[in-house]
């Protein structure tokens, strides 16, 4: 289907949400000719830096190259006078971020966690063979199409690597993704990182989904480093991990920002053993012994997704993805947005809570 890059071919339905450190709009547009939602990022490179000029570039490079059908395709990008707008396949429950702050605020349910990682292991699968690291692992980079299927983003960071050494800087402006980093890329140490921090970080955001926030959330960035790099695997909050007034050896109640009230379903719900070795596996200190993207997509908790018969999306309620037939209402709310290259200024970003590339930094949000 031939999506032009024209700004006249997109009817401008609503705000999702904000990206790029809040710099930037991602609209909910349809197509005008064939009637097909899509998300429209919206850059104002008037005031973007040369680092951000490259990142975004960097973006649509990579989005352009990678075709699989677990990350995110690239439709088309245009600019209009100094706006910059890149083209997406609207992406119906939007990020596992917006999942976990609007409808699941204690973790995602097990078997929903069970399908999304099998997807992204699938798409890591694929970027690393290619000779690829994502370098951006999160649960906002983790969109869910309306069929239930999951799709990576965040492809501003995704780097090559040579087999023969490993890389050893990190990506522009990481700070904001510190607490999913691998030790090995903290440590900035001559031995490098590889591929393999993307399995620590897939480990981290297994967390993450679980239990509704990532783990150090609240810890100090020194504290976090000195942990990791003693060796501290985070792991899954349930009744075998997490205990009601009692000091677990992990973090203060406060500290993980759970209830101290025992009807909490953190005392007592139970992960799956093999969602526990999972965790373990993903986020060991040494790189060397954690598995493989291929070797995950073998372990029996990814394996177990073959047998389930019913739809993720029955799982997914209350959450309602976006959709042809529940856009009108939304667009009916909105006047026409016109002339929104000067508008973006007035425009309130939390008129639909769908973030691209939601991203957490220590005790506030953006």
Same mark, same amino acid.
């Given at each position: 289907?031939?999506?032009?890059?024209?700004?006249?071919?997109?009817?401008?339905?609503?705000?999702?949400?904000?990206?790029?450190?809040?710099?930037?709009?991602?609209?909910?547009?349809?197509?005008?000719?064939?009637?097909?939602?899509?998300?429209?990022?919206?850059?104002?490179?008037?005031?973007?830096?040369?680092?951000?000029?490259?990142?975004?570039?960097?973006?649509?490079?990579?989005?352009?190259?990678?075709?699989?059908?677990?990350?995110?395709?690239?439709?088309?990008?245009?600019?209009?006078?100094?706006?910059?707008?890149?083209?997406?396949?609207?992406?119906?429950?939007?990020?596992?971020?917006?999942?976990?702050?609007?409808?699941?605020?204690?973790?995602?349910?097990?078997?929903?966690?069970?399908?999304?990682?099998?997807?992204?292991?699938?798409?890591?699968?694929?970027? *690393?063979?290619?000779?690829?690291?994502?370098?951006?692992?999160?649960?906002?980079?983790?969109?869910?199409?309306?069929?239930?299927?999951?799709?990576?983003?965040?492809?501003?960071?995704?780097?090559?690597?040579?087999?023969?050494?490993?890389?050893?800087?990190?990506?522009?402006?990481?700070?904001?993704?510190?607490?999913?980093?691998?030790? $090995?890329?903290?440590?900035?140490?001559?031995?490098?990182?590889?591929?393999?921090?993307?399995?620590?970080?897939?480990?981290?955001?297994?967390?993450?989904?679980?239990?509704?926030?990532?783990?150090?959330?609240?810890?100090?960035?020194?504290?976090?480093?000195?942990?990791?790099?003693?060796?501290?695997?985070?792991?899954?909050?349930?009744?075998?991990?997490?205990?009601?007034?009692?000091?677990?050896?992990?973090?203060?109640?406060?500290?993980?920002?759970?209830?101290?009230?025992?009807?909490?379903?953190?005392?007592?719900?139970?992960?799956?053993?093999?969602?526990?070795?999972?965790? $373990?596996?993903?986020?060991?200190?040494?790189?060397?012994?954690?598995?493989?993207?291929?070797?995950?997509?073998? *372990?029996?908790?990814?394996?177990?997704?073959?047998?389930?018969?019913?739809?993720?999306?029955?799982?997914?309620?209350?959450?309602?993805?976006?959709?042809?037939?529940?856009?009108? $209402?939304?667009?009916?709310?909105?006047?026409?947005?016109?002339?929104?290259?000067?508008?973006?200024?007035?425009?309130?970003?939390?008129?639909?809570?769908?973030?691209?590339?939601?991203?957490?930094?220590?005790?506030?949000?953006?």
């Amino acid at each position: 289907m031939n999506f032009e890059p024209d700004l006249k071919q997109y009817t401008m339905c609503s705000v999702l949400g904000s990206c790029f450190s809040d710099r930037a709009v991602v609209f909910l547009g349809k197509h005008n000719n064939s009637g097909n939602l899509v998300a429209l990022k919206n850059f104002n490179l008037d005031t973007m830096s040369k680092i951000d000029c490259q990142l975004i570039q960097d973006e649509v490079y990579n989005t352009r190259q990678l075709m699989h059908s677990n990350i995110i395709p690239y439709i088309t990008s245009f600019l209009e006078k100094s706006q910059l707008y890149v083209v997406f396949p609207l992406m119906g429950y939007g990020s596992c971020r917006d999942l976990l702050r609007n409808h699941f605020i204690e973790g995602l349910p097990e078997t929903v966690i069970a399908f999304i990682l099998r997807d992204v292991i699938l798409g890591l699968e694929y970027i *690393h063979n290619k000779g690829l690291i994502h370098r951006a692992i999160k649960a906002s980079h983790i969109l869910i199409r309306a069929d239930g299927h999951a799709c990576l983003s965040g492809l501003r960071n995704i780097c090559s690597i040579d087999k023969r050494s490993n890389l050893h800087s990190l990506p522009l402006q990481s700070a904001n993704n510190l607490n999913w980093f691998s030790p $090995e890329m903290l440590e900035q140490n001559l031995l490098g990182y590889n591929e393999k921090s993307d399995i620590y970080s897939l480990g981290i955001t297994a967390c993450e989904l679980a239990n509704g926030f990532v783990p150090f959330a609240e810890t100090d960035t020194t504290l976090m480093l000195t942990q990791k790099v003693k060796g501290l695997i985070p792991h899954l909050l349930d009744c075998t991990t997490c205990y009601p007034y009692e000091d677990n050896g992990y973090q203060s109640e406060e500290a993980i920002g759970i209830d101290s009230n025992p009807v909490s379903s953190v005392y007592t719900r139970m992960f799956s053993e093999s969602f526990h070795n999972l965790v $373990e596996q993903c986020c060991q200190k040494v790189s060397d012994t954690r598995p493989s993207a291929t070797e995950l997509l073998a *372990h029996n908790f990814t394996k177990q997704v073959k047998k389930f018969n019913f739809k993720v999306t029955d799982l997914l309620r209350p959450a309602v993805p976006l959709l042809k037939s529940n856009v009108t $209402e939304i667009s009916d709310d909105l006047a026409s947005v016109s002339g929104i290259s000067q508008q973006l200024s007035d425009l309130d970003l939390l008129a639909y809570s769908w973030d691209f590339d939601y991203t957490e930094v220590a005790s506030e949000n953006y």
